[in-house]
């Protein structure tokens, strides 16, 4: 699997025209395990694969096995489908987002993952503060349509390629309850929390979206996760055009998660006076 690591954000106070970052192929991490053999072949055909290579970020930094000795990588874990969590993030879920009238009133009075992908500039934390008092005029559309159907398939091979399962839980951060995320897939590998986050577009993209970058900071920062495995299926008139999804890991940004988490409380704090 290739790994992107995105440049550093452009100055905030400047009016993007494209909300995208650079990004650029970095070396895919080894593994040293009995198994190494079958998973440098893997990861080179993915490599071979790649769709998009630019030049301007470093390596991103090299996993460890977990403590369990199983793989998060190339799919080969232990078990396939994930548990409620455990441990200290269990402690912090809120409710299944199944318990849907539940889970929509927690996230009408937080900041979700959604609310963090459009917080960019000052306009859009009013834009935020005022869908939150006064509800949003967006209710979906084809396209979004299109991606509930096809998300459940490819969950399907993203618990068979990578072992990370569907996530279903409405999770607080450890640092305000307000903060919450409900990322796609999580899997919990020894110590370490890992994500994933689908897409489904019709457009093929050369960047990641940058409102998509930011929604994956936020997820990583209310979980405690280091990386996302990213992953998208392209489409033209909703007809599926490649064999399988393509993905990519994203490390964790705390810079980036750090002026989100300030653009937030700024969101709260304008609905308290409100």
């Given at each position: 699997m290739v790994v992107f690591r995105p440049a550093p954000d452009e100055a905030l106070s400047s009016t993007r025209t494209d909300d995208y970052a650079p990004l650029a192929l970095a070396a895919p991490p080894?593994?040293?395990?009995?198994?190494?053999?079958?998973?440098?072949?893997?990861?080179?055909?993915?490599?071979?694969?790649?769709?998009?290579?630019?030049?301007?970020?470093?390596?991103?930094?090299?996993?460890?096995?977990?403590?369990?000795?199983?793989?998060?990588?190339?799919?080969?874990?232990?078990?396939?489908?994930n548990p409620r969590p455990t441990g200290?993030?269990?402690?912090?879920?809120?409710?299944?987002?199944?318990d849907r009238e539940e889970w929509l009133r927690h996230r009408k009075v937080g900041i979700t993952a959604t609310d963090a992908a459009r917080l960019a500039t000052p306009a859009s934390v009013r834009a935020v503060v005022n869908d939150k008092l006064y509800g949003g005029s967006f209710t979906g559309n084809a396209f979004t349509e299109y991606g509930k159907k096809r998300e459940p398939e490819i969950q399907k091979w993203v618990r068979e390629q990578h072992g990370i399962g569907s996530c279903g839980f409405l999770i607080?951060?450890?640092?305000?309850?307000?903060?919450?995320?409900?990322?796609?897939?999580?899997?919990?590998?020894?110590?370490?929390?890992l994500l994933a986050e689908i897409k489904t577009t019709n457009k093929s993209w050369a960047k990641i979206p940058r409102n998509y970058l930011r929604q994956i900071y936020w997820q990583q920062y209310v979980v405690g996760a280091e990386r996302t495995l990213f992953v998208w299926e392209h489409h033209k008139n909703f007809v599926v055009q490649d064999p399988e999804p393509r993905a990519v890991w994203i490390e964790r940004d705390d810079a980036e998660i750090a002026r989100l988490v300030g653009l937030a409380n700024e969101v709260l704090e304008r609905l308290a006076l409100s």
């Open positions: 080894s593994v040293t395990n009995a198994a190494t053999e079958e998973i440098e072949a893997s990861l080179r055909a993915l490599s071979e694969r790649a769709s998009f290579t630019v030049s301007e970020t470093m390596p991103a930094s090299e996993p460890t096995a977990p403590a369990s000795g199983t793989l998060w990588r190339a799919g080969l874990v232990d078990e396939l489908l200290e993030l269990a402690a912090r879920v809120v409710c299944a987002d199944s607080r951060s450890a640092e305000n309850p307000r903060h919450l995320a409900t990322p796609d897939g999580l899997a919990q590998r020894g110590g370490e929390a």
